[in-house]
T-cell receptor
Framework: GAVVSQHPSRVICKSGTSVKIECRSLDFQATTMFWYRQFPKQSLMLMATSNEGSKATYEQGVEKDKFLINHASLTLSTLTVTSAHPEDSSFYIC?????????????FGPGTRLTVL | LAKTTQPISMDSYEGQEVNITCSHNNIATNDYITWYQQFPSQGPRFIIQGYKTKVTNEVASLFIPADRKSSTLSLPRVSLSDTAVYYCLVVGGGFKTIFGAGTRLFVKA
């Protein structure tokens, strides 16, 4: 299957700093990528839908000025957590849908563990 | 978006067949049913996807009745390494994917 990578896999930062997480589709082009957040023992919560060349669509309750999403190319989307605080500590997962083959399968990255001190 | 309902948790023993049922009463005509597996601190892994009847691959089978209002993921002869959370999702072409609570499967020796 198609591969989605994330970088970094783990990051620890101080409160008030910004952190950028990269999501790449390695062997396919993805016009749409999704960003999720997952707290311990909970399900994945969709944060936003990232569309190549246009603004991201955020889910209700997700601050777009805090979670900046950029989808500059067909293989890369980035999520920047601005002015991070301890409550932003979570597991962030991206995914991409491979549609060129006519399928409907969504591939997920390995996740990024963010810890804000 | 079609909402899904699954059992919160299930227990099984090694070597047994495990069937996890998911209900999706308001599934739309162009929606597919997809199952994912997730281990702690990892991204979800695709297991199987189907539209109707039965789909089988090397790891699982997916049974979908004619009305498509439910589906059953069947894992043959589970092992300890199959302990994970299993998510049933209904995905309609190009639209966002919303996760339900999932089913925590615990396989015992």
């Amino acid at each position: 299957g198609a591969v989605v990578s994330q970088h970094p896999s783990r990051v620890i930062c101080k409160s008030g700093t910004s952190v950028k997480i990269e999501c790449r589709s390695l062997d396919f082009q993805a016009t749409t990528m999704f960003w999720y957040r997952q707290f311990p023992k909970q399900s994945l919560m969709l944060m936003a839908t990232s569309n190549e060349g246009s603004k991201a669509t955020y889910e209700q309750g997700v601050e777009k000025d805090k979670f900046l999403i950029n989808h500059a190319s067909l293989t890369l989307s980035t999520l920047t957590v601005t002015s991070a605080h301890p409550e932003d500590s979570s597991f962030y997962i991206c995914s991409a849908r491979e549609t060129t083959s006519g399928g409907n399968e969504q591939f997920f990255g390995p996740g990024t563990r963010l810890t804000v001190l | 978006l079609a909402k899904t309902t699954q059992p919160i948790s299930m227990d099984s023993y090694e070597g047994q067949e495990v069937n996890i049922t998911c209900s999706h009463n308001n599934i739309a005509t162009n929606d597919y049913i997809t199952w994912y597996q997730q281990f702690p601190s990892q991204g979800p892994r695709f297991i199987i996807q189907g539209y109707k009847t039965k789909v089988t691959n090397e790891v699982a089978s997916l049974f979908i009745p004619a009305d498509r209002k439910s589906s059953t993921l069947s894992l043959p002869r589970v092992s300890l390494s199959d302990t994970a959370v299993y998510y049933c999702l209904v995905v309609g072409g190009g639209f966002k994917t919303i996760f339900g609570a999932g089913t925590r499967l615990f396989v015992k020796a």
